[in-house]
């Protein structure tokens, strides 16, 4: 399960940096870009990035060893 996490984290963190090469591409185009578009896929990368690292940190399925009692 540790493995499936961290490979869709992979994957959003791919996205995410989809998102910000077409928002860079699309500002140095030159009809511009759409604010709203950019804000929308700049907001989006953010999202993808958060869920990614999430995703990394969180434990899948049952751990090897319990954790210790403090």
């Known amino acids: 399960m540790k493995i499936l996490l961290r490979s ?3 994957v959003m963190w791919a996205i995410a940096a989809f998102l910000v090469y077409a928002v860079i591409h ?5 009809g511009g ?7 929308g896929y700049v ?3 953010i999202v993808l990035t958060a869920v990614g690292v999430w ?3 969180v434990r899948g399925g049952s751990p090897e060893t319990p954790a210790p009692v403090a």
């Open 55 to 57: 995703l990394w940190r």
């Open 8 to 10: 869709v984290s992979v």
């Open 26 to 30: 699309a500002v140095a185009s030159p």
């Open 43 to 45: 907001a989006g990368a």
């Open 33 to 39: 870009a759409r604010i709203g578009v950019a804000i």
